[in-house]
């Protein structure tokens, strides 16, 4: 298994501890693609520096073992923030309503084995378990109803993304795609397929409904415009061969970052436009 398939994409928290950014800088990044370190990319924009607070513990009363751990996190505004982890073994969600507060976040069991989640919105939620892909519409609720939409195998899709409650995608293993248009509906229609290139998928980002990027194991970037179009809808485009992409992330049309497996960060203005975008 790959240090991408392993599902790096996302993996934000570190033991029971969430660090909080209590400011935020955007990144003004120039025209164009490049492929620099980080700390390149940092000086070229040069950003207001980040205030981040000191890492604090989420409340375990209800959860015996002290060392449990938080493997994905999802923050669609100030006001809510859900993450998944595991405690021996065992899956648990943790949702806040005030996630700098120092008291503020609940834990509990998650029978589905969520081990991903994606929250676009504040009514809206989805996670990546090991029999399926859940939904949640109540996800700030003091318990939170969560839905299997649909089954999945957890080896083989490791990646999801969420633009809205109008659609999810999944990404995994050679290709592998499975994509809704109504993932929180009663009766949701899931779409699976291959992409044409039929290389391991690194990560997916959703930044609107009409629009997802995927990254893949080699160096390729893939868009679409219509994600649940199937595998022509994909267009596949070399960016970094031979080098693997992870840790994909797209907040706008206009704007992807990615890292590449040479410790360098990739990022574009025009994600649907190649090589030079």
Not at 9 to 20: I, M, P, Y
Not at 43 to 51: C, T, Y
Not at 89 to 112: E, F, H, K, N, Q
Not at 183 to 200: C, E, L, M, R, Y
Request: charged fraction near 15%; charge should be negative; glycine fraction near 10%.
């Amino acid at each position: 298994m790959s240090r991408a398939q392993a599902g790096r994409a996302g993996r934000v928290g570190v033991g029971r501890r969430l660090w909080l950014a209590l400011a935020a800088a955007a990144v003004a990044a120039p025209i164009g693609l490049a492929a620099a370190p980080s700390s390149a990319v940092t000086a070229a924009a040069s950003p207001p520096p980040l205030a981040w607070s000191a890492p604090q513990d989420v409340d375990q009363a209800t959860i015996p073992n002290p060392s449990f751990d938080l493997s994905s996190v999802s923050c669609p505004s100030a006001g809510l923030c859900v993450a998944a982890g595991s405690d021996d073994g065992s899956a648990i969600l943790a949702t806040s309503t005030d996630p700098t507060g120092s008291t503020s976040w609940r834990v509990m069991p998650d029978s589905a084995g969520i081990g991903t989640v994606d929250c676009p919105t504040s009514t809206f939620c989805a996670g990546l378990a090991g029999n399926g892909i859940y939904t949640s519409t109540d996800p700030a609720s003091a318990s939170p109803a969560w839905t299997r939409s649909t089954a999945v195998d957890r080896d083989r899709y490791y990646h999801l993304a969420c633009a809205s409650a109008d659609l999810c995608v999944a990404a995994g293993v050679q290709g592998h795609l499975i994509v809704s248009t109504d993932p929180a509906a009663k009766s949701p229609s899931w779409t699976h397929f291959i992409t044409n290139t039929g290389d391991g998928l690194t990560g997916v980002a959703c930044p609107t409904a009409s629009f997802c990027v995927a990254t893949d194991n080699k160096g390729d970037v893939l868009t679409s415009k219509n994600p649940a179009g199937g595998p022509s809808a994909w267009t596949s485009k070399d960016v970094a061969s031979p080098v693997e992409m992870f840790e994909l992330t797209c907040p706008s049309t206009s704007f992807c970052l990615a890292e590449d497996g040479q410790s360098q960060v990739l990022y574009s203005t025009d994600p649907g436009g190649g090589a030079q975008a």
